[in-house]
């Protein structure tokens, strides 16, 4: 079993810097992808990034790509993404997911995780 906890989230404005951070507990971090989704409202929940085991991989959602950067910390168990140049259609709720595989395919779908946070609001305001 593992628990994510998403914190980092906020109000910036337009063309501002937020950096999220997701804690798992449980063991084997190291041996999860771990994913950052989101979701606005009335919209369904969107891939962001993910990055793979040892986070020699990362893969991003176009939207975001040049803007953001995921990363992870296996000794805190902790993955992070940086979103810099926000826009105020990056206002949504992100959530933290988590699979255990060392698969290098797919990893975009919502139905791929077994794990989720509770998620973290970000508000961009032009």
């Known amino acids: 079993q593992v628990q994510l906890v998403e914190s980092g989230g906020g109000l910036v404005q337009a063309g501002g810097s937020l950096r999220l951070s997701c804690a798992a507990s449980?063991?084997?971090?190291?041996?999860?992808?771990m994913g950052w989704f989101r979701q606005a409202p009335g919209k369904e929940r969107e891939f962001v990034a993910h990055?793979?085991?040892?986070?020699?991989?990362?893969v991003y959602a176009d939207s975001v790509k040049g803007r953001f950067t995921i990363s992870r910390d296996n000794a805190k168990n902790t993955v992070y993404l940086q979103m810099n140049s926000l826009k105020p259609e990056d206002t949504a709720d992100y959530y933290c997911?988590?699979?255990?595989?060392?698969?290098?395919?797919?990893?975009?779908?919502?139905?791929?995780?077994?794990?989720w946070g509770q998620g973290t609001q970000v508000t961009v305001s032009s």
């Open positions: 990055i793979n085991w040892s986070g020699g991989r990362t």
């Open positions: 997911a988590a699979v255990q595989t060392r698969s290098v395919v797919a990893g975009t779908e919502p139905y791929e995780y077994r794990y």
């Open positions: 449980g063991r084997s971090f190291s041996s999860y992808r």
